[in-house]
């Protein structure tokens, strides 16, 4: 199984600057991760701002994901690994 191996959480700034003094930065964190058609990006739910978005510049990446993912991704029709979304298919991000 793979551990939590992050150096530095991303956070949004606006919700660092609203939290609560007896919440965790994590527990307040309202964060959509995804995959975009240039890598990926990170999206603040609560602010519908955008966190950081990645430009892996075409390059390949090699992403693992644990057995328990591997598990739910055998048990739908879904495909092995994320891929972006065409364009022109883009949601809303407003929920
Ligand atoms: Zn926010």
């Known amino acids: ?3 939590n191996d992050i150096d530095m959480y991303m956070n949004c700034p606006r919700c ?7 919440v965790t930065p994590a527990a307040w964190a309202r964060l959509n991760v995804g995959v975009t058609k ?3 990006q ?3 739910v609560r602010h ?7 430009d892996f510049l075409g ?5 693992n994901f644990d057995q328990e993912t ?3 991704k055998s048990d739908s ?3 092995r690994a994320p891929r972006p979304r065409k364009p022109g298919s883009r949601r809303s991000k407003r929920a």
């Open 1 to 3: 199984m793979i551990k």
């Open 16 to 22: 660092l600057d609203e939290r609560p003094h007896d």
């Open 38 to 40: 240039e890598g990926m």
């Open 42 to 44: 990170i999206w603040c």
């Open 48 to 54: 519908d701002i955008n966190v950081m978005a990645l």
């Open 59 to 63: 390059q390949k990446i090699r992403a």
């Open 70 to 72: 591997q598990k739910r």
């Open 77 to 79: 029709t879904s495909a």
